[in-house]
Nanobody, 125 residues
Framework: QVQLVESGGGLVQAGGSLRLSCVASGRTFSAYYIGWFRQVPGKEREFVSTIRRGDGGGTYYTESVQGRFTISSDNAKNTVYLQMNSLKPEDTAVYYC?????????????????WGQGTQVTVSS
């Protein structure tokens, strides 16, 4: 099992930036992908971005954050970051870090078997 702890959420004005961090511990070798999902009340948790922690470190983004968010990984620190720029009110959500084993479809929520507790991001207009 992989344990994940997120940090870095907060309140920011539209157009501002935040950087989320996700620190992994435990069986980190099984966390082939570490990604970010977000959820607002009454809606399904949705995929935001994920990174492959080996084999060249490929990245994936949902279309609505492409060009504004950047995911990166510091494997020596077992930490994944989500740099969020040009934030919009619709980015407001609880952001969750999650880990998944090797897969051909890394954006699928069902593949992620370890989850953090979430961190709130609020973007004011």
């Amino acid at each position: 099992q992989v344990q994940l702890v997120e940090s870095g959420g907060g309140l920011v004005q539209a157009g501002g930036s935040l950087r989320l961090s996700c620190v992994a511990s435990g069986r980190t070798f099984s966390a082939y992908y570490i990604g970010w999902f977000r959820q607002v009340p009454g809606k399904e948790r949705e995929f935001v971005s994920t990174i492959r922690r080996g084999d060249g470190g490929g990245t994936y983004y949902t279309e609505s954050v492409q060009g504004r968010f950047t995911i990166s990984s510091d494997n020596a620190k077992n930490t994944v970051y989500l740099q969020m720029n040009s934030l919009k009110p619709e980015d407001t959500a609880v952001y969750y870090c999650a880990a998944a084993p090797k897969s051909l479809r890394p954006t699928m929520k069902s593949l992620y078997n370890s989850w953090g507790q979430g961190t709130q991001v609020t973007v004011s207009s």
